[in-house]
């Protein structure tokens, strides 16, 4: 928090707008489409109910194909088992970790060629890392799928000068505690389509016909953000740049200071985009370093500094068995290796230098190699 959310939440209780509709509502819908340059926004409690609302806007049912990363949160795809679609994931290349075209396209020829499209491509830009876009757009477009791009993670990077999340038909993202901001809970849809994102607001407030009385005629939901909460994402929302700022400085302290160890390296950054860094990721070679991933996580584990796996693939969670899986090359599986080889560090916007350099410290030595004068001198620490 800024400490400035206050504002606009003693805003909301003196003028008694405590329901999930409001002035703060309205407000953070329109300083999001325009912090992300689209045409509307629908403020939801959650990033997860962004993306079913989006798969409804799509008339994604039962029976249905939608292609997903396979490299996400369960997030990214539950929604499809909402809507009792079935999801086909896709993996990863190398260079963004995120979805590879070459696996994209190899799966949209199968699916020509059964005459079973998807109706829809869930891409995740993951920890902050945009995708591949321009291949997978073209792709996209040569079979006429509409994407969903899931910036839950993305919020704040570019992508060749446009804000991740608004290159595809739909945009989603996360307001989650865990988030780059947060309203504790929360999450927008986006897309250019003025229309679409109004059906969504009708779709999310329990589809209420314009009527003198209660009349429904479709399924609706109960997803609108609380005024209140909006109120907490108007403070964030100015606060973005600052974050993204710093989530990068984390990053870049974390390279200069451990890059030199051989069988270390850290997500890449794709040309021509700008990632916010959200989370600092890096993965450990165990044939040269000779230390596992396993062994890493406890040598943190130890120190009560929480660092963590890169998300299980999904087309290797017990919830998805049996769902087809495209690997980026016959005999690679990105995503895979990625999974075994990865770690997350603790990237939060609060930690501190003196933080910083103890988990720095803490991996350096579970790899036994001493902290270099270098890394004390860029965290601007004495030497020892
Ligand atoms: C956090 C997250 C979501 C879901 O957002 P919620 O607001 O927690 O529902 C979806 N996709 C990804 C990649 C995420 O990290």
Not at 277 to 302: H, I, M, N, P, Y
Request: net charge neutral.
């Amino acid at each position: 928090m800024t400490g400035k959310e206050n504002q606009y939440i003693n805003e909301a209780f003196e003028t008694n707008w405590v329901a999930p509709v409001g002035p703060n509502v309205d407000a953070f819908e329109e300083e999001f489409a325009k912090a992300v340059g689209v045409k509307a926004a629908v403020a939801v409690s959650s990033g997860t109910a962004a993306i079913h609302l989006a798969l409804s806007l799509l008339d994604i049912s039962k029976g249905d194909k939608v292609f997903c990363s396979t490299l996400t949160f369960v997030a990214s795809a539950n929604p499809v088992l909402y809507q009792g679609a079935e999801p086909v994931f896709i993996d990863s290349e190398p260079d963004s970790w995120n979805m590879s075209p070459a696996a994209l396209k190899r799966a949209m020829q199968e699916a020509a060629i059964k005459e079973k499209l998807p109706k829809a491509v869930i891409v995740v830009n993951l920890y902050g890392q945009s995708s591949k876009m321009d291949e997978i757009l073209k792709i996209c477009d040569l079979y006429g799928v509409p994407i969903i791009e899931d910036a839950a993670e993305s919020l704040g990077t570019t992508y060749k000068g446009k804000a991740s999340g608004t290159l595809g038909r739909f945009g989603i993202y996360s307001f989650n505690g865990n988030k780059i901001i947060t309203t504790s809970g929360g999450g927008m849809l986006v897309s250019d389509d003025v229309e679409a994102i109004n059906q969504a607001r009708f779709l999310a407030s329990q589809a209420r016909d314009p009527s003198p009385h209660y009349q429904h005629s479709v399924t609706g939901y109960n997803y609108r953000l609380s005024n209140l909460l909006a109120g907490v994402g108007r403070t964030q929302l100015q606060v973005l740049d600052d974050r993204v700022r710093t989530k990068r400085r984390l990053f870049d302290l974390y390279t200069h200071a451990l890059s030199d160890i051989p069988g270390v390296n850290f997500m890449p950054e794709l040309k021509d985009t700008r990632s916010n860094r959200w989370l600092t990721t890096l993965t450990v070679d165990e044939t040269k370093t000779g230390v596992s991933v396993k062994q890493l996580l406890e040598a943190f584990q130890k120190e009560n500094i929480e660092a963590r796996h890169v998300w299980k693939p999904l087309h290797m969670q017990p919830l998805f068995r049996g769902a087809s899986y495209y690997p980026h090359r016959e005999n690679e599986h990105v995503a895979k290796q990625l999974f075994a080889e990865g770690i997350c560090l603790p990237s939060g916007s609060g930690l501190t230098g003196e933080e910083q350099l103890r988990v720095i410290k803490c991996l350096r030595d579970a790899l036994n190699r001493t902290i270099s004068n270098r890394s004390y001198l860029i965290l601007g620490k004495q030497e020892v």
